[in-house]
């Protein structure tokens, strides 16, 4: 088998529903009302196939470790928003995350935080930390 037949094979339908729900004949002798009554059988099914995707949940980032969160603080409290510095300090990023590793973990620490800690959320909101933290050039040491 080719993986391109793989598409439009479903193993739940049989051979005469598959090549109707594609649009084939497999008896060339059907009546135009059979033809209809075949694809009547498998449009149930093919509904829910072709639905339109619902929108992402707005995410809550996932849970931060207690060691994690401190690292993030601590880098946070020392290097502010300079990224390229915190990578490169070895004391305060003992796992030594790239930039834009750094970047993912505080942006979803401050999500994090957001859900649990509402109050202290709002003192990082109002200081601007999660829409300076989504900038690119951040990543990029500052001279």
Known sequence: RRSSDLIYHEGKHTAAQNYTRLGLAIDASATPQEI????????????MRFKEPEAPLPSDGQ??????????????KKYGTDLKRMSLDHLLNPFQLTPRQLQRRIVNYLKFERKQF???????????WLEEMKDKSLRKRKE
């Open 36 to 47: 209809v009554m075949k694809k009547k059988v498998v449009r149930p099914h093919m509904k």
């Open 63 to 76: 849970p931060v470790s207690e060691q994690e969160g401190s690292m993030i603080v601590n880098l946070l």
């Open 118 to 128: 509402p109050e202290m959320y709002a003192d990082a909101a109002s200081a601007g």
